[in-house]
């Protein structure tokens, strides 16, 4: 019903940048919320950064200040502008979105497939 796409993944050299990007698409009604996680070899999946349909945003705190997440709501797109990254930002990265879909009543999570974040120190 709903599918992710995820790009902009790679290789990058520590204190260097990458932006990541999710496209949604289907029977789309509503999107409630957008965010990034991420995981981490041997680590739990976390939540990097959110942004409600509304255009509130949060941020996990190792990430405030470096990171920045925004959406493009015609084009159904999220993006994760990542800066002055670390050996510790290496982690597969996913796309989740809260969508509300056509002739349904309540929204549901959906998530991407995950595209690999390395950063080389």
């Known amino acids: 019903q709903v599918q992710l796409v995820e790009s902009g993944g790679g290789l990058v050299q520590a204190g260097g940048s990458l932006t990541l990007s999710c496209a949604v698409s289907g029977m789309i009604f509503q999107i409630n919320k957008w965010a990034w996680y991420r995981q981490a070899p041997g680590k739990q999946r976390e939540m990097v950064a959110a942004?409600?349909?509304?255009?509130?945003?949060n941020y996990a705190d190792s990430v405030k200040g470096r990171f920045t997440i925004s959406r493009d709501n015609r084009k159904n797109m999220v993006y994760l502008q990542m800066s002055s990254l670390t050996a510790e930002d290496t982690a597969v990265y996913y796309c989740n979105v809260d969508v509300l879909i056509l002739g349904e009543s309540s929204s549901d999570e959906f998530w991407g497939q995950g595209t690999q974040v390395t950063v080389s120190s």
């Open positions: 942004i409600t349909q509304l255009g509130s945003t």
